[in-house]
Structure formats: C-alpha cells, structure tokens
C-alpha cells in the first residue's frame, strides 16, 4: 500500500548478511527504574556499570538503553531537551563512555533510543521558535499552523486530548492568537517538521556524534510518525482513534485489527526516504550498525517496509506481542513475518515486552477479551500470578526458538509481573493525568528492579527512595533470590540464551509439524520447538529427554513411555536429530 516511492522494493542486494544484529538477543534496559548507584531514587549510568555481570551471565548480545538525555521527564526521558548530552541525574558522558567500554569488554552490544518525531518543549530550538514569533525560520523547524476557528484540524494525542496547544497562552503575545502547534503525544513534546532541512541536518548530527562514541545501534522512536499526509486532513475517525472501543463479546486486539489504517499522521510513504538517509550516513560512518524500527503498523507488511536493504536493520514484531495466548493466531503472525520480511531480505524480530505494554507474566494471565492496553489498575480484576508466569515462561521459551533476533526487556528474566496495585498518587505517566484518570498507563511495567531479596528497596539502591514504588514481596524475584536455584526462571532465561546461541536457532528456519489444536510444534534446523496453550497435557510421541523445559522441573520426569508430555501453559525444545530421539514411535 505504501509503495510509492521510487526507491527498492527490497531488490537491491544487501549488504548486511552477516551482520551481529540477524540472530541477536537484545536486552532493553530503562535507566530510571534499572539500579541507582547514589541513591537519589532514580537509576543511573553507573548504576548500570555495577550489574554489566548480570547482562553478561544473561548472556546477551546486545543492550538497548532507553533515552538517557536531558529532559523534563514529562514522558520518561521521551521528550529530550538536548540530543548531545545526559541527564545529570544519569551521569556524564565520561560515565557513559566508560559503561560502553565495560558492555563492549564483555561482548555486549550497545543500542540507544533516537527520538525524531518530537522534542521537549524545553528544547532550545522549541524555545527559540516561541520566541522568534509566526513565519520564523525557527517556527519552521516544528509544525506550528494558523487557524482561526479552533484546532487546525481534528487529531487527538495518543496521550488523550486534542494534538494541538495553542500558543497564545504559553507566549502572552497577541500575535500568537490563533496559533497552534501539533504534539502528537504530550504537549510538552511538539512534533518536528521534517520537511525542514536543520532537521534532517541535526540527526544526521546526531547519528555520527554517537557512533563516534562506541554506539552500535539506535532504537528509532515513533519511527512511523516523522511524516504526516500532506496538507494535515482531518482523520476520519477523529480524535478517538487511539481509543477504539472493542464491541461486546469481541477482544480488544480484534477491535484495533479492524482499523483500516493508522490515519494521515501515521505511516506516509515519505518517511521511508529518511530512512534511506539514515542508513547511507551510517554506511559511512560504521559498519552492521542497527537501525530498529518502533512502528506500530497495521500489518506485517506494512512493517516490512521500514526494513528493505537500503532503510532499516529490523522492526519491532508488535502484532506477536499483541497475539496473547493464542495458538493460531501466534502461528499466523509467525508465518506471516516470516515471509514479509523474508521477501525483503531482513530477520524477523520477536518481543512481548517492553515499557509500553504490561508485562507478559501478567498479561498473559488474562483472557483474550480483556484490554490492558496500556496499564492495570487496583479496581481491574488482578492476573493469576502463577498462571501468568507458567505461560511467560512458556512464551518466552517458544520466543527464544523462533529465528531472527529476540527483543527482552529488563526484569522479564526474573518473571516479573506488573505491577498492578500501585496507588494513584504514584502514577507518573502522562497517560494517566491526560486521560482524566480513565487509562492508568505504563507506570506498572516500569517499577524499580529488586537485586537483593531484602533492604529498603530490595537492592536498587541503599537508600529504599525509588521514583515508582515497588510493590510488596519484590526481592524474591531478584537475582540473589534465583541465583543457583535450578527452577528459577533467571537460570530458564540464562540456559535459553546459551543454548539458542549453541544450536545456531536464531538463523535458523521454522518448518511446521502437526499437532493438535492449541499447540504448536516446529522444527527449527535440527530442534524441535513446542508450546501448549491449553489447559491439557500433551504428548510428543518419539521425543526423548527435553533440552530444556518452561515447568519446574524439580523431581518430576518430563518423559513418559509414550514420549515427551507437555503440562498445559508450558513449552520445551526437543532434539529432533537422528539419534537424538528415538527415530519416531517408541513403542
Ligand atoms: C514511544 C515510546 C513511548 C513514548 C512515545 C512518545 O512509543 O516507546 O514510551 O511515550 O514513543 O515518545
Ligand atoms: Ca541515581
């Protein structure tokens, strides 16, 4: 559908065959909610340096770190004031420099969040546009519009509310009247205008200061946003877009795959041309330097073309993230993405958690008909936390199968679950506030992490301030409580990884083998790969000892006469070689 650009349809060779990033798995990390070295309550850089054992016993092959610039923190470190510098309440660039040494030492890759769509208002560009007044070339730089009968147009921010702010009341000035500016999230974080050169200019910038540092790849934030339809027409869904409501009986996930599109702010055509300017100025400054798309797309497809060979590395698997505990749709989505981005020559990518989302060992706990996009609040019904993790770990297990290249986010190899009680006067997320307290927003996902099974804030820091509250009960999931004990899931996550690496999974290929509904069963190379959404056990007929299993394991033999049984909620990898089975029917 969005083909009209001139350029590849993914024709053109690639050049990036071998690249690190096809198979990689890529551990986010929030910086805020991570570890805290000076005890202020919000995480840090040095931090960070203090747990580079805990990535590398992980064994990942890469970090992605979310925005750690300067910034109001209006959005969690999304609306960044400077591109060229940290937080001082994360540390200095020295500091920073220094933990890309430590990751880059120990094998780990290091990946940043790039964040064109918008800036903070506190932004000295932002500023200086309000300042220099309508028609100036700083004003240029944003996407400030005239109207005189209210909002320029009728799109509403993902963040609740209209998408524009009038300028008037934040100047004081008269000749603002009747001036706007679009924020497609906070108004705090006004939208660039990248049909402006000084943009383009600046992240070309951007893109070599910090590949100069040691930076192997950036996270592209709203990568589908930077280009809105020509002209700003109205959506013809108007402002609620972003609140689709799923009819009685029908789940939410089936109510936003009807959207027919993501409307004119969304997903232009003309965005992929900045993609392809992105990835000639990295070609020449490095070498396999990621480029991953944060685009909630409609489709596979769609997806696929932020990723043909001269645009981006990969793209977020979002519609795998969103198929829930469903058999049949995860085998769609699977095959789906395998032959969209396989046609255009690129991995696939799988992820079920992020910080955005509630965290899959709760999500998953809840039936396909609940929404909890995005957050859970005290008065919804709360997950069964022991279901939940039964099936994160199954999930996480299957993921860890699949090839291409793994996204995890930080705390998922503990089996955190959301948290899903916090009390309103915590929540920080602007979600919150500018949904008039209807959506409770991502606060949930983003608690600070426990490390140690006691102390204040379980090992967070040494002071228990923490800029979210932990919930009670925190510290078993952490590592000290997990380490050396054969059923955790930090030991399921670490001996996945090892064993993935070991059996080449993530360039592998996936062929399908019957089985029963609700389960899915495939061969990746010479491995077999199964999951069982259903709330019976199933057997795989012929398999000998699992590699490895999602259950607990303590005891217990996975492997009857009749060959290998799978509890409901749970997933293992089998050796499918000859010899390492029985060579089919034991009996
Ligand atoms: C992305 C980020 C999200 C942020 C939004 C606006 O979706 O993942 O956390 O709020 O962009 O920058
Ligand atoms: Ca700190």
Redesign the pocket.
């Known amino acids: 559908m969005t083909s009209t650009s001139s350029c590849s349809q993914g024709l053109a060779p690639r050049t990036d065959t071998d690249a690190w990033w096809r198979d990689a798995v890529i551990y986010q990390i929030y910086p805020r909610s991570f570890a805290d070295a000076n005890g202020d309550g919000i995480g840090d850089i040095q931090g960070i340096r203090e747990h580079v054992d805990h990535l590398a016993a992980l064994g990942v092959d890469a970090v992605w770190i ?1 925005p750690f610039y300067p910034s109001p923190q209006v ?2 470190g ?2 960044v004031s400077d591109y060229f510098s940290l937080a001082p309440e994360y540390g200095t660039l020295a500091e920073l420099d220094a933990l890309i040494a430590d990751l880059h030492e120990v094998g780990i890759r290091v990946v940043i969040d790039l ?1 064109p ?2 800036s903070s208002d506190q932004h000295e560009w932002f500023r200086a546009a309000l300042e220099a007044g309508p028609g100036s070339p700083e004003r240029d730089r944003y996407i400030f519009r005239h109207s005189a009968d209210g909002a320029p147009n009728n799109w509403g921010s ?2 609740g509310g209209p998408a524009w702010q009038p300028v008037e009341p934040l100047t004081g000035r008269s000749q603002d009247q009747d001036w706007y500016y679009l924020h ?3 108004a705090e ?1 006004p939208d660039f205008n990248w049909s402006n050169e000084d943009v383009h200019e600046h992240f070309r910038t951007f893109l070599r200061f910090w590949v100069e540092r040691g930076i192997d790849g950036f996270r592209v ?2 990568a589908h946003g930077l280009v809105k339809a020509e002209g700003l027409p109205d959506d013809d869904l108007g402002p609620d877009r972003w609140n689709v409501v799923a009819a009685e009986g029908e789940d939410a996930a089936s109510a936003r795959d009807k959207l027919p599109d993501v409307g004119p702010a969304f997903n232009q055509p003309g965005v992929h041309d900045i993609y392809r300017e992105w990835r000639s100025v990295l070609d020449e400054v490095g070498t396999d330097i990621l480029l991953v798309a ?1 685009a ?1 797309v409609p489709t596979e497809a769609d997806a696929a073309l932020y990723v043909r060979a001269d645009e981006m590395s990969q793209a977020f698997n979002f519609p795998f993230l969103t198929a829930g505990w469903d058999a049949d749709r995860l085998r769609r989505v699977i095959d789906v993405s395998l032959s969209e981005y396989g046609a255009v020559g690129a991995p696939a990518t799988w992820v079920l958690s ?3 989302v509630v965290r899959h060992a709760s999500r998953l706990a809840y039936p396909a008909d609940m929404d909890t996009d995005p957050g859970i609040g005290p008065k919804d019904p709360q997950p069964d936390a022991e279901l939940g993790l039964a099936r994160a770990r199954a999930a996480t297990l299957f993921m860890l199968g699949l090839p291409g290249s793994a996204y995890l986010y930080q705390g998922e190899e503990l089996g955190l679950p959301e948290h899903t009680t916090m009390e309103d006067e915590a929540r920080q997320d ?1 979600l919150w506030e500018r949904t008039n307290h209807l959506i409770p927003g ?1 606060d949930g996902c983003r608690v600070p992490l426990p490390w140690t099974r006691d102390g204040a804030s379980y090992g967070y820091n040494a002071t228990g301030r923490t800029w979210l509250p932990q919930p009670e009960g925190w510290g078993e999931y952490s590592p000290q409580a997990q380490e050396g004990c054969e059923d955790s899931t930090l030991t399921l996550y670490r001996r996945a990884i090892a064993l993935r690496r070991e059996l080449r999974l993530g360039r592998g290929a996936v062929e399908w083998l019957d089985s029963e509904p609700g389960v899915l069963h495939l061969c990746n190379g010479t491995t077999g790969i199964v999951l069982n959404t259903t709330e019976q056990p199933v057997v795989i007929e012929g398999a000998g000892q699992p590699l490895i299993t999602s259950w607990h394991r303590s005891g217990a033999d996975a492997v009857d006469a009749a060959g290998v049984v799978v509890p409901p909620n749970g997933a293992c990898w089998l050796d499918a070689s000859a010899g390492g089975t029985d060579g089919g029917d034991p009996r």
């Open positions: 979310s959005d969690a999304y609306d964040v769509n918008h993902l963040f497609l999230f906070a974080q934030d709203v944060e909630w992020n910080h955005d602007p991502r």
